[in-house]
C-alpha cells in the first residue's frame, strides 16, 4: 500500500499534537525536555477531555518508530528543522535523512491509519 498521500495529513496531525501536548501542559513525549521551535497557539477542540486522549493516542502511535526515525520526526516535523540541520545535528549523511524521514512518516501513517486516527483514501 502506498502511504505517501497520507504525508501531509500524518505532518498535519504531528504539528497538532505538538500544540495539544503544550495545551496540556507538556512537551510531546518525543522532546523529553528538550527547547523546540514550535508555536502554541490555540486549536479548538470539544473539550480539554478530548486534547488529553488525542495527545495520549499520539504518543501511543509515536512508540511505534525506532529511536532514530522518533528523532527524526521531533526534529524534522515538531521543531522544523530542515533536513540539511538534521543531518548536521544528527552527524549522518543527508541523503540518510531525505531517505529515513518519509519512511518515518509513512510508517506512522500506517499506524495512524491502523488507529483510525486519519480515514483511507
Known amino acids: 500500500m502506498d502511504m505517501w498521500p497520507y504525508r501531509a495529513r500524518t505532518v498535519a496531525l504531528l504539528r497538532r499534537y ?9 512537551l510531546p513525549s518525543l522532546l523529553g525536555r528538550e527547547y ?3 508555536r502554541a497557539s ?3 477542540m470539544a473539550s480539554f477531555e478530548d486534547v488529553v486522549i488525542f ?3 499520539m ?3 509515536l512508540h511505534r518508530l525506532n529511536p532514530f526515525q522518533q528523532q527524526l ?5 515538531l521543531e522544523e528543522y ?3 540541520e538534521v543531518a548536521r545535528l544528527v552527524a549522518c549523511p543527508l541523503r540518510t535523512v ?5 519512511d518515518a512518516l509513512d510508517v506512522l501513517s500506517l499506524a495512524l491509519l491502523e488507529g483510525g486516527l486519519i480515514r483511507r483514501m
Open 59 to 61: 504518543d501511543t502511535m
Open 98 to 102: 531525505e531517505r529515513e524521514v518519509p
Open 73 to 77: 520526526i521531533a526534529m524534522n516535523v
Open 18 to 26: 505538538a500544540r495539544a501536548s503544550v495545551e496540556v501542559g507538556r
Open 42 to 44: 490555540s486549536y479548538p
Open 36 to 38: 523546540f521551535r514550535a
Open 82 to 84: 530542515s533536513m540539511p
Open 55 to 57: 495527545v495520549h493516542d
